[in-house]
Nanobody, 114 residues
Framework: QVQLVESGGGLVQPGGSLRLSCAAS????????MAWYRQAPGKQRELVAS???????NYAASVKGRFTISRDAAKNTLFLQGTSLKPEDTAVYYC????????WGQGTQVTVSS
């Protein structure tokens, strides 16, 4: 019933920006803490940013000050704005609740390279 579809990834040069989107069905974001996760090859999946049901946000130290998580309740969509991107931001990005539900979407690939 729950479906999460991530989009917006792509190839960007270091210092560039990207906005990722997560469209959801079967779940209302305003009732849960939602989050962005990322997983690089050979690395464990990590929590990047989260936003609670009341709008409070938290960020991993590695992205704090560069990434912004937000949501559009009317469209039931989650966003992640990344700026000043670094090669170490390269990963597949996923959205899910925090703690995550067992089913994940396909994710969207972000590649930061010159």
């Amino acid at each position: 019933q729950v479906q999460l579809v991530e989009s917006g990834g792509g190839l960007v040069q270091p210092g560039g920006s990207l906005r990722l989107s997560c469209a959801a069905s079967g779940i209302l974001f305003t009732f849960y803490t939602m989050a962005w996760y990322r997983q690089a090859p050979g690395k464990q999946r990590e929590l990047v940013a989260s936003i609670s049901s009341v709008g409070s946000t938290n960020y991993a130290a590695s992205v704090k000050g560069r990434f912004t998580i937000s949501r559009d309740a009317a469209k039931n969509t989650l966003f992640l704005q990344g700026t000043s991107l670094k090669p170490e931001d390269t990963a597949v990005y996923y959205c899910n609740s925090d703690p995550p539900r067992p089913l994940w979407g396909q994710g969207t690939q972000v590649t930061v390279s010159s």
